[in-house]
């Protein structure tokens, strides 16, 4: 498995959201707790910009224009390059078929929006720093989610 | 039979016997040539003669012809003529002469129907004086003629004289009257008698003697049934001696000699008086025994006849009162189609008797009109024994219609002809009202069953309809759950944003808030919450209506579902200040069922009695019904407690017993019925016990085993 050699001080997270209010929500308060911060709008500039940036972590919401989340995940945990790549799933749908899907096709965590950006937060930081400890750098401004339904 | 008194001849010679026979004969005798042949005969046996032959002139004819010869050829019989006019002739002349003479030559004109040149010529005649009738001529007596030869000739010569001379011929003229008369006597069939007055049989014809006279040869039986006849006659006879002037006519049993049996006879006697002979009597004797025996037949066949008058008289009486007692018309008419009998009822319609309304009288005509053509129909059927129609007939009085069936039998003679038609009448007018009741009752439920299949027909239109309906209704309703479950995606899309900014708003991000500004940041982060709860609720309730709401089963302890709930709730427990405690009375088996959903529904509960409890404590208590294989799980608060009267209402939708907006307590009101239909989903219920002031205790019972659905 190869990284990528360029060393960054922040943990890059990609956030991919056809939303533009969400996506940049999302964007202000991860680049406020400490994080870089990549946007892309549809499935396939999500795969082009992971591709060409390979961020840290993909945060991928499942309904998108052109290509939608579960198809990008496919094809991104089906890619070599981008393989190692952990991908958190976002939806509206709270139904249990979504969650499944989602797995199926290859993401690493499931997060039911509503969410909350400090939950978001929290969530990146629990899997970067299972991913191996890219996240000490970032700044612990999460509180303990309430609204956050993990499921696993 | 009286005899005619026969001369007799004297008898000389030898053969007396025989010329006593010959004689006889003769006397029967009226032919001249049968006692010509006989007398030939008697010559050839009695005396030597070689040809005899006999020449006779008959009437006023001059011609001698023989009528009888012997030794004679044919041929010389059949050339032989002689005419006594010939004088010259020799025989001719011997018979006018004196005596026999002997003729021994002749010339050859004059011919002989003999061939001996020498024979005898007798001239046969009663008296030397008279003409002979006839000539006999024999040969081979020798020239001396013999005293029989002799003999024969005189007593020939009286016969043919009797016969053919004119004495002879009166004579003969009487016996053959008597001969007529007797046979006439004969030839009536009734037996006739001649008695003298005693009864003395004198003359009887065939028949009488057959009664009367009983032959030699004839049975004891019939002499004695003669001797009987004989008396009985005679009694009659002298019984009806008074008036015997007269014809006398009576009855008279006499006995069949013969047969045995009696036969009756109409005896008519007459007297006759003869000048001579004194007085006779002439009795007739008819037979009526046959005539007895038919009057007897006609009397009995009368008799009979007259017993069959009655009969048949009575029979007809019979007949009249069977048939006036049928209600139904009955008629009968002759082959001219004139009724000849008719019983009361159908007097009442053809002949109305005793009504003077002509009105009346012309419907009588009118049926009687439509009677003649019917039966003139059934006339004109020959072959058919019976014939059914139906004839319109109307009541002479009220003018009622009167429909009626008409049956009509024809009766045969033996001939086969035609005798009578008997028509019998049936009135119609009920089985027509009948007929017409039920051809309504028929159209009735005919109407009746085209409503129902109508009914019918509309109801499952309406089946259909209400199926397309409920197909619809499913369509609809499973729309508006896809709607709901996507409505509460798209509500949550821009809720998401705001919670988000909101969020980074009271953290600062974009800065320091003032204190005023993080109270409405506050408020805007606590009603999008709220707005988030009543979504996700609403998203709950329609999921389980869609029956989208899968049930994952699996075995987990109370216990640990207990603690796993209150470490949940545990910021609200701190702040709520009650005692919560759990409880596991007795021995409770781990619950079979779907864990989310029953620690949903505990979360639920506990939460909503940590909500409605100002001050005290909150149990949570898990026990087993072991009977009913039920898990109950208990929630009991020492709150404000539920009046009964809305012990129902806390579980309906949007409800809450305070129902102000601001809802102190917080919730959307759809916590319960979320409960409850989660409940049912698993097969359990939610009981509330609770009363105003005292708390409330909620129970969730569930199957220890959650049945498949």
């Not at chain 2, 005899?3 to 030898?14: D, L, W």
């Not at chain 2, 008296?127 to 001529?137: F, Y």
């Not at chain 2, 045969?412 to 007018?429: A, K, P």
């Amino acid at each position: 498995m190869s990284r990528p050699a360029k060393v960054r001080s922040q943990p890059l997270v990609l956030v991919v959201e056809d939303y533009q209010d969400a996506r940049e929500m999302y964007a202000a308060y991860l680049q406020f707790s400490g994080f870089d911060v990549a946007e892309a709008g549809n499935g396939i500039e999500a795969i082009e910009k992971t591709q060409a940036l390979l961020p840290d972590i993909v945060l991928m919401d499942l309904a998108l224009p052109r290509m939608d989340g579960w198809e990008a995940t496919r094809r991104l945990k089906n890619d070599p390059r981008t393989r190692h790549i952990p991908i958190v799933a976002l939806t509206g749908h709270a139904l249990a078929g979504h969650a499944e899907g989602a797995r199926e096709a290859g993401c690493d965590a499931f997060v039911t929006k509503p969410c909350l950006p400090d939950a978001l937060v929290a969530e990146i930081k629990r899997l970067l720093d299972a991913q191996g400890g890219n996240a000490e750098n970032v700044k612990d401004t999460a509180r303990t989610p309430r609204s956050t339904k993990k499921r696993s | 039979m009286a005899r005619v008194a026969a001369p007799v001849a004297p008898i000389h010679g030898v053969d007396s016997d025989a010329k006593l026979a010959f004689v006889e004969f003769l006397l029967t005798s009226i032919d001249v040539q049968e006692s010509a042949r006989r007398a030939v005969d008697w010559l050839v046996a009695h005396a030597t003669v070689r040809e005899a032959a006999v020449l006779v002139s008959e009437g006023i004819s001059n011609e001698m012809l023989l009528v009888a010869e012997h030794g004679i050829s044919s041929g010389a019989i059949m050339d032989f003529a002689l005419n006594r006019d010939d004088a010259s002739h020799p025989l001719i002349q011997a018979l006018g002469g004196p005596s026999a003479i002997y003729v021994d030559g002749l010339a050859a004109h004059h011919r002989v129907p003999l061939e001996a040149q020498a024979f005898h010529v007798i001239p046969l005649r009663a008296e030397a004086s008279e003409p002979g009738h006839g000539l006999l001529l024999v040969s081979g007596v020798g020239s001396e003629l013999d005293a029989e030869t002799a003999w024969l000739g005189r007593t020939l010569g009286k016969q043919v004289s009797r016969l053919l001379g004119r004495q002879l011929l009166a004579e003969t003229r009487f016996g053959q009257e008597r001969m007529l008369l007797y046979s006439i006597i004969n030839a009536v069939t009734d037996p006739i008698l001649l008695t003298d007055t005693e009864g003395k049989l004198i003359i009887a014809n065939s028949h009488a003697e057959k009664l009367f006279a009983a032959p030699e040869e004839a049975s004891e039986g019939w002499r004695r049934a003669a001797a009987l006849n004989n008396m009985l006659f005679s009694a009659a006879l002298s019984t009806s001696a008074v008036g015997m002037a007269e014809m006398a006519r009576r009855e008279l049993l006499l006995v069949d000699p013969l047969e045995g049996s009696d036969l009756l006879f109409e005896l008519l006697s007459s007297r006759a008086k003869d000048e001579r002979q004194g007085t006779y009597v002439v009795s007739i004797l008819r037979n009526v025994t046959d005539l007895a025996r038919a009057k007897e037949e006609i009397e009995e066949s009368y008799r009979t006849l007259r017993i069959a008058q009655a009969e048949v008289r009575d029979e007809r009486h019979r007949l009249d009162l069977i048939i006036d007692s049928v209600a139904d018309p009955i008629l009968v008419t002759d082959q001219e189609g004139d009724i000849v009998l008719m019983n009361t009822p159908a007097e009442r319609l053809f002949n109305a008797p005793g009504i003077d309304d002509e009105m009346a009288l012309r419907r009588v005509r009118a049926n009687g009109a439509n009677l003649t053509s019917f039966v003139s129909n059934v006339l004109t059927r020959s072959g058919e024994q019976r014939y059914r129609g139906e004839i319109q007939l109307g009541d002479p009085l009220t003018g009622r219609p009167l429909p009626v069936e008409a049956v009509a039998g024809t009766i045969l003679s033996e001939q086969g002809e035609l005798m009578w038609v008997v028509t019998i009448l049936h009135d119609l007018t009920e089985a027509i009202e009948k007929a017409r009741l039920y051809e309504q009752l028929k159209q009735a439920s005919v109407e009746l069953e085209r409503k129902v299949q109508e009914a019918t027909a509309e109801l499952a239109e309406q089946n259909e309809l209400l199926r397309r309906q409920h197909i619809a209704l499913e369509q609809a309703s499973a729309l508006k759950s896809q709607f709901l479950a996507n409505m509460s995606h798209e509500f949550r899309t821009p809720l998401n944003a705001i919670l988000g900014y909101t969020h980074m708003l009271l953290n600062n991000v974009t800065g320091q808030v003032t204190d005023p500004q993080r109270k409405s940041l506050s408020r805007i982060d606590s009603n999008a919450r709220h707005l988030l709860a009543l979504i996700n609720d609403i998203l709950d309730i329609t999921r389980i209506e869609a029956g989208r709401m899968p049930l994952n089963a699996t075995t987990f302890g109370l216990g640990e579902l207990f603690d796993e709930v209150q470490s949940e709730l545990e910021p609200i427990i701190k702040r709520s200040n009650l005692a919560v405690s759990t409880k596991v009375r007795g021995a409770v088996p781990p619950v079979r069922s779907d864990r989310q959903k029953v620690k949903q529904i505990v979360l639920n509960l506990l939460s909503n009695a940590l909500k409605f409890t100002p001050a005290g404590s909150v149990t949570m208590t898990a026990s087993y019904d072991a009977r009913l294989r039920q898990v109950a799980i208990a929630v009991t608060d020492t709150g404000v407690g539920i009046p009964e009267d809305d012990q129902v209402k806390v579980f309906e939708d949007f409800r809450q017993l305070d129902s102000s907006p601001a809802r102190g307590y917080g919730g959307t009101g759809l916590g319960l019925s979320i409960c409850r239909r989660l409940a049912q989903i698993l097969g359990g219920t939610i009981e509330l016990e609770s009363a105003p002031g005292a708390g409330s205790t909620f129970t969730l019972r569930l199957p220890a085993k959650a049945r498949r659905r």
